[in-house]
């Protein structure tokens, strides 16, 4: 039997891979957005600041960033399945004290207690998920971060229902329930990718700079070619794009985390409200889709780059509407635009940093988006305080999309530069 051969199940078995990462991408991030249905109810039950229950979402994805960092290195070093299992049952178990807690500073804590938990999931499952393909990597991460876009509408659209029905105590104990009997199964069919299934030397993006190797055989005999070194160094890589991140997800974090209220503030009903949330994320599952393809072609920094100035030129038009169509029809476009944020910093990981530091990159990564996702949402809760409307909030999500989207243009244009000066040097050579 060939060795080709030999792999053809581990190939197919890379697809139930992306499905179960999906799976378990949908519920952490939908497990984060779903403070956006729980705002009223808390604020108005424990009489909270809208500022202060926010920073419960900041202080979750401070924890979830820097225990992403920890859990790549984990994945790396050991494999996939056991730390997805051990963030199943943290979560899980954080839910069901949620429903018991009593003040801010429980709140506080089992928010940091829940993203601690949620930490176990993306950076490993998205790095492994990429190390199953050779081709078409860009569409199998973005098919499996696309779950995670749905689930910003599904599990908050789910608990909104549940609220409606039980209460939020109720709600979280349902969230809980659900977690610990249906993810932690789920855990088990995670498996490691075989060796050479997706490895590459990384260090080269795609879309006009890549880094390409000569075919072997190509040299003449005793002639020997210059090696062309990475484009980007990759903790360098890792930096910038993570820096990248911080901004790209404080715009985005405002709408997700204070649409809802936005929309109930402007006379729309609770489910309504809630309703937006799932549009947006139907529109994000099929964005991302397609942004993982459109990153196989252009590159995943040219891809993220346009990702980044759609969500510019519509993030603010929802403070300027007051119809429930007004509101669900910019919610379905603005998730079909503004998805390939996520999907193209995991593609861009991928193709600087070679595959050993992929799972403590993506970390990094994940980090510095959870970092702005929590400034994001808590500066909306706050500027809202201060000012009584969302004015401020969102003027000021453009002008840190803006701030993203400069860091990448300049990103680019350090590796036109950095591909000028290698080809210039062989050419010499």
């Known amino acids: 039997m060939s060795q080709s051969d030999a792999r053809a199940p581990e190939a197919r078995w890379g697809w139930v891979m992306v499905a179960v990462a999906g799976t378990f991408m949908m519920i952490s991030v939908g497990s984060m957005s779903a403070l956006a249905v729980f705002m009223k109810p808390l604020t108005a039950e424990m009489r909270w600041l809208r500022g202060e229950t926010s920073f419960a979402y900041l202080t979750a994805a401070l924890v979830l960033g820097g225990g992403g960092i920890l859990m790549g290195h984990l994945s790396d070093r050991y494999s996939a399945r056991p730390v997805v299992m051990a963030g199943a049952v943290v979560l899980g178990g954080a839910f069901l004290m949620l429903a018991r807690q009593g003040g801010l500073a429980q709140f506080y804590a089992l928010s940091a207690l829940m993203g601690l938990g949620i930490s176990a999931f993306q950076a490993p499952l998205l790095s492994s998920v990429g190390n199953w393909f050779t081709r078409n990597k860009g ?45 932690v199964p789920l855990a088990l069919l995670i498996r490691r990718a075989p060796m050479g299934a997706g490895a590459h030397e990384g260090g080269a993006p795609r879309g006009g700079a890549e880094e390409v190797g000569p075919e072997p055989g190509a040299a003449a005999p005793g002639a020997a070619a210059p090696e062309r070194g990475p484009l980007l160094d990759p903790w360098l890589a890792t930096f910038w794009v993570g820096l990248a991140a911080v901004f790209c997800c404080t715009a985005m974090a405002t709408p ?53 100035a759609m969500q510019i030129l519509l993030v603010f038009w929802f403070t300027r509407l007051s119809s429930l169509a007004g509101f669900y029809s910019l919610g379905l476009v603005y998730g079909l635009f503004y998805s390939g944020l996520m999907i193209c910093l995991v593609i861009c990981v991928r193709e600087f940093v070679p595959i050993e530091r992929r799972g403590v990159s993506t970390g990094v990564v994940f980090f510095c988006g959870w970092l702005g996702m929590g400034l994001g949402g808590w500066q909306a809760g706050f500027f809202f305080d201060v000012t009584g409307a969302y004015t401020v909030s969102f003027a000021n999500s453009v002008a840190a999309g803006t701030i993203n989207l400069l860091i990448l243009y300049s990103l680019k244009r350090h590796i036109a530069r950095r591909e000028f000066h290698l080809l210039k040097a062989e050419a010499a050579a």
């Open 139 to 183: 569409l199998a991460i973005g098919a499996a971060s696309a779950w995670g876009g749905l689930g910003n509408g599904v599990v908050p659209f789910a608990a909104g229902y549940l609220i409606t029905r039980f209460g939020w105590r109720g709600a979280y104990s349902a969230l809980g329930i659900f977690v610990l009997a249906a993810m």
């Open 256 to 308: 997700l985390l204070h649409v809802v209220s936005l929309a109930q503030d402007r006379g729309l009903g609770a489910q309504e409200a809630a309703g937006i949330l799932l549009l947006i994320s139907i529109g994000s599952f099929i964005g991302r889709i397609g942004y993982g393809r459109l990153a196989d072609i252009i590159g995943g920094l040219r891809a993220y780059m346009v990702s980044s």
